[in-house]
């Protein structure tokens, strides 16, 4: 009986990490294939390989030098780093209003807010497209920030006022107590226990303005002020026939990288402040 126990367990175990490998090979290969195809050139991007048999920085050497790709990677920094910002600043505030201040329609207000972003972007193209053309920032950096953070916000507020309704009330009546403001409590008090929720809702809202399409291809008509995905979508060979596979893939590896690293960078940030930052309700 035991030995039958222990056959089933290590099957099982077998079973678990052959799954796992198998997702990890899934998810992992079309970044490795990239990664391969960027460093071919001429009749090898056609030739099927899944190891290195040529190494080549023409492709990333041309990403660089031709067209402004450094000028729509810059771009992409800008309008995803200040969508961030402005995301968490208005997120925050208004998690501790809605978490911690009592109104009538609190409840309501908050699922109008979450009930927001499950619009389509398309649906919401054109009346947004006006807007912007009102306010006189089409075809500016402003125009997708103002895009990006209205889409961001009910994701970042959803998350943080669930966070900020976890922390114990004893902490903000002793910071009252003591004659802190409601800005003081945000800054001083709160913030630092936050941490966990606002690297993860930051990094997600800095993501989700790096890859956005729909609205960059829109609200832009000139390469000084498009974003990388849209650059790289507009990527053209030497004919209207040709499809430079390698200079695209090259710039998909050069605006995915960044990526990676912010993740590698802030699990380590999350895990530190669930550690010092965990208090006990």
């Known amino acids: 009986m035991g030995a039958t126990f222990d056959l089933w367990k290590f099957t099982k175990s077998v079973l678990f990490y052959a799954l796992v490998a198998f997702i990890v090979v899934v998810a992992v290969f079309p ?75 609190r409840g309501l207000l908050l699922m109008t807010i979450l009930a927001v972003s499950m619009f389509p972007q398309i649906a919401v193209l054109a009346g947004l497209f006006e807007v912007i053309r009102l306010l006189g920032i089409y075809n500016t950096p402003w125009a997708l920030i103002f895009s990006y953070t209205i889409f961001t916000l009910p994701f970042t507020v959803w998350v943080l006022t669930t966070f900020m309704r976890e922390l114990p009330i004893e902490i903000e009546e002793a910071a009252i107590v003591d004659g802190a403001t409601p800005w003081v409590i945000i800054t001083r008090v709160f913030m630092p226990l936050m941490w966990p929720a606002l690297v993860t809702t930051g990094l997600l809202a800095f993501i ?74």
């Open 208 to 281: 989700g303005a790096w890859n956005e399409f729909l609205f960059a291809l829109t609200f832009t008509s000139s390469n000084a002020t498009r974003t990388v995905p849209v650059a790289i979508a507009l990527l053209s060979g030497g004919s209207q026939y040709e499809i430079p596979w390698g200079i695209i893939m090259a710039a998909s590896v050069v605006v995915t990288v960044p990526l990676v690293f912010l993740v590698l960078v802030f699990q380590r940030k999350i895990v530190s402040g669930l550690t010092a930052g965990g208090v006990k309700g």
């Open 31 to 105: 970044f490795y294939y990239a990664i391969l195809t960027s460093f071919k050139s001429g009749t090898d991007l056609f030739r099927v390989t899944y190891w290195p048999t040529s190494f080549s920085l023409d492709n990333y050497v041309q990403v660089f030098s031709q067209g402004s790709f450094v000028q729509n990677l810059l771009n992409s920094i800008f309008v995803a780093s200040v969508t961030v910002i402005l995301a968490l600043f208005l997120a925050v505030t208004a998690a501790f209003a809605l978490s911690r201040v009592r109104f009538r329609g």
